[in-house]
């Protein structure tokens, strides 16, 4: 049974950081892509990053571009996003998801954490 946890969230002011992390189990880490998403209330969910099986190739949201970073230790079956100068429009319910490298839609997806900042 696939597992991905998130941990790492929660309440901080404009400015901060947080690092979110998503432990995987129950699949060949290595053989999958991951992404984070966010969805704040009242609005769709919205892709944030993504990071492919090596960790060679990232992408991201142009809204978070320059501030966020995501990044994976295959060794520990987890991936991170390292959240730098915190906005109150970052304010969501944070999900990482992994999809199979060959497959272009994201298979399994986590319970989520919530960030919140404040302003």
């Known amino acids: 049974q696939v597992q991905l946890v998130e941990s790492g969230g929660g309440l901080v002011q404009a400015g901060d950081s947080l690092r979110l992390s998503c432990a995987a189990s129950?699949?060949?880490?290595?053989?999958?892509?991951m992404g984070w998403f966010r969805q704040a209330p009242g609005k769709e969910r919205e892709f944030v990053a993504s990071i492919r099986r090596s960790g060679s190739f990232t992408d991201y949201a142009d809204s978070v571009k320059g501030r966020f970073t995501i990044s994976r230790d295959n060794a520990k079956n987890t991936v991170y996003l390292q959240m730098n100068s915190l906005k109150p429009e970052d304010t969501a319910f944070y999900t990482c998801a992994a999809r199979y490298w060959t497959s272009p839609s994201y298979a399994y997806w986590g319970q989520g954490t919530q960030v919140t900042v404040s302003s």
């Open positions: 129950g699949l060949t880490f290595s053989q999958y892509a």
